[in-house]
């Protein structure tokens, strides 16, 4: 495979939004940054960079772990995505709609939780303890996954 990525036909659909969103950002369109973005977009998934790269090879691009790893900390920074730190590698999702983590502390699965399924929990968790979601208003719930329950 050459080194320059190139996804396959199904995914340039998403290249149009990702490159309006990076623009209004402030970001450069590299492929690299189109490749992740649309990635993240297309899957909602929460994706380690390891993750992220196998998905990107078996697509047809390949792209460099470090590429992947420093795009992602460029959209992280500019808010585009977020880190979920776990108890194995750090994933990344794309940022949209407010949501919550679930993190599995056996497998490090990351599943995103609509914020409004917490509104009552999260505002009693606050009465009892002070403690607020931070600025991404973002908690996260740790447990075991379906798949990881004996």
Do not use: F
């Amino acid at each position: 495979m050459s080194g320059k990525p190139q996804l396959a036909h199904h995914d340039q659909a998403t290249q149009p939004d990702a490159r309006a969103l990076l623009r209004r950002h402030g970001l450069r369109c590299t492929p690299g940054r189109l490749h992740v973005l649309s990635l993240l977009s297309a899957t909602e998934l929460h994706l380690s960079i390891a993750e992220a790269c196998d998905r990107l090879t078996r697509l047809g691009g390949y792209v460099h772990p470090t590429t992947v790893y420093r795009t992602l900390e460029v959209l992280t920074a500019t808010g585009l995505t977020h880190a979920v730190h776990g108890p194995r590698a750090t994933r990344y999702g794309i940022t949209g709609a407010p949501h919550h983590h679930t993190v599995c502390q056996r497998c490090g699965h990351v599943a995103a939780l609509a914020s409004t399924h917490l509104t009552e929990a999260v505002d009693r968790i606050e009465e009892l303890t002070g403690l607020r979601p931070d600025a991404s208003g973002s908690l996260l719930v740790y447990g075991r996954c379906a798949g990881c329950d004996d």
